[in-house]
């Protein structure tokens, strides 16, 4: 957020600001039976291509992007599955105001334990930015809050593939229908691109389109910006380490949306206490309590028995779990490329050398594309402009 001071700084000044007030939602007659039927939908603001220009210059993209077209916001509700139960999730669909739909940017969000920076809430931070190098460049950007955000409750199905696989799939559902509302023909054209937490998403969501393919939306390319590809292999023992301040709370929402969507005791994992925290505080309206229980060595989450068995390699459900929901082993058609930074300290880039090496083996089609000596969220600023650009390159191709 650092490099968005200047912007934030000429929004208090009272010099910028929506160039669309927020509308009253309007209802649909959802069906909580009928995945991806729309519940409702609510206006959420608009920019100008100006002022999302100046909201790109401020954050210092590794290169220019160009906005072409002024941008309106939405917020859909509609009704999906997680845990083999009807869910009403939410997510944010970017649209621009004019011109033909150059394809869909789905577009899977980094980490977050805050429901108020949830994508369908739009912040500078995520929702705004990736409006501005997609809808601004007329791509229709759709945007899951997933299961734990947005209008759903309870803990996140944090890196749970089964839900983020659901909840994606009926979003695109549920913005083909929103988008024909608004009068936009449907472009089937799909661009899937995440960051972080999102970049692992991006790997489960084109692994499952292609493997279950829909002539409505067609997977043209996959980008993942410092995804955790390879849970169990690399990224949770790189986190239990503890390179960044951020790993307590990586690993207990992992641990907690686990022990939740696979019915294990979250006490078989963490000690009494952190579970205890986990249940009270992560539930994405109590963040600013969070960083002050987590501890310094992310180890002491966990009781000893898990360290012994994750040390020792003997068997463990938690580390079943995390083998089972890994987006690395198998090989994209369509063209995917890994993006990370080679001081990330977040998700290492051993994550994308795992995903480029099994991948390869397997005949996909992959690439992985260092942004140069950038840490976790300077990747994502140096990422961006290059995926707009392949995104560009590949819309312009039949």
Known sequence: MSRLTAFIA????????????????????????????????????????????????AAKLGAPVPVSTDVTLYRISYWSVTDGKPVLVSGLMSLPDKGPLRGTVLWMHGTTDDRKTSMSTPTLQES???????????????????????????PQAYLFNPSTVDVTEDFLRAAQQVSGDLGRKWNPSLYIAGFSQGGQATAVIHRALEQNPNPAWRVRAGAGIAGAYDLAGVSLPFALKGHSNQDAIYLTLVTLSYATYYHQPLESVLTVQ?????????DGDHTAQIAKVMPADPRALFTPAFLAAFDGGAPHW?????????????????????????????????????????????????????????????????????????????????
């Open 10 to 57: 000429v929004i208090a000044a009272g010099l910028i600001g929506h160039a669309h007030g927020a509308s009253a939602q309007t209802r649909y007659t959802g069906d909580p039976s009928v995945r991806g039927s729309v519940a409702s939908v609510e206006r959420a603001g608009g920019y100008s291509a100006v002022k999302l220009r100046l909201l790109l210059w």
């Open 318 to 398: 938690f580390i079943d779990a995390a083998r089972a929901n890994e987006a690395y082993a198998w090989a994209p058609r369509a063209p995917f490329r890994a993006f990370y930074g080679d001081n990330d300290v977040d998700v290492p880039p051993a994550d994308a050398e795992a995903f480029l090496a099994e991948a390869r083996r397997r005949g996909g089609n992959v690439e992985a594309i260092s942004v140069g000596p950038y840490d976790h969220g300077g990747s994502a600023l140096h990422a961006a402009p290059m995926i707009r650009t392949w995104f560009d390159q590949l819309s312009a191709t039949p």
């Open 128 to 154: 705004v930015a990736a409006s501005a190098v997609f809808a601004g460049g007329g791509y229709l950007l759709l945007a899951p809050d997933l299961v734990g955000l947005g209008v759903s409750k309870g």
């Open 274 to 282: 952190y579970a205890d925290i986990a249940h009270r505080l992560f």
